[in-house]
């Protein structure tokens, strides 16, 4: 049996409803045939998957842009991941600027 990775979008999608998995994978609403049917997406988890990925992909999408993690400079698993926490700290305090209303 192959890897889950291996799998097409409609393979991957029948192994999981084999298993009785749903599937949180983004459906295709362009013109083309999508795995994803109602079934999945009438659920509200299926909504609340999709916000939370986007959330987590702006995240990602930052330190790629903003503080240049798209191609790191430093060699070494320690000197990756000091960055890396350094880069997530910065992310998550740009983010606290938004969240905490100014002092009056």
Do not use: C
């Not at 995240?59 to 991941?81: I, M, Q, S």
């Amino acid at each position: 049996m192959p890897q889950i990775g291996e799998l097409g979008g409609f393979e991957f999608v029948a192994v999981l409803r084999a298993h009785n998995v749903a599937p949180h994978v983004a459906q295709n609403t362009t013109n083309r045939r999508s795995p994803i049917d109602g079934r999945t997406t009438r659920h509200p988890g299926y909504a609340l998957s999709g916000r939370l990925r986007g959330r987590i992909e702006e995240v990602f999408g930052w330190t790629e842009a903003a503080a240049g993690f798209r191609k790191t400079h430093r060699r070494g698993l320690a000197r990756v991941g000091w960055m890396f926490t350094l880069t997530a700290t910065a992310s998550n305090l740009v983010r606290l600027a938004k969240l905490v209303p100014p002092a009056a």
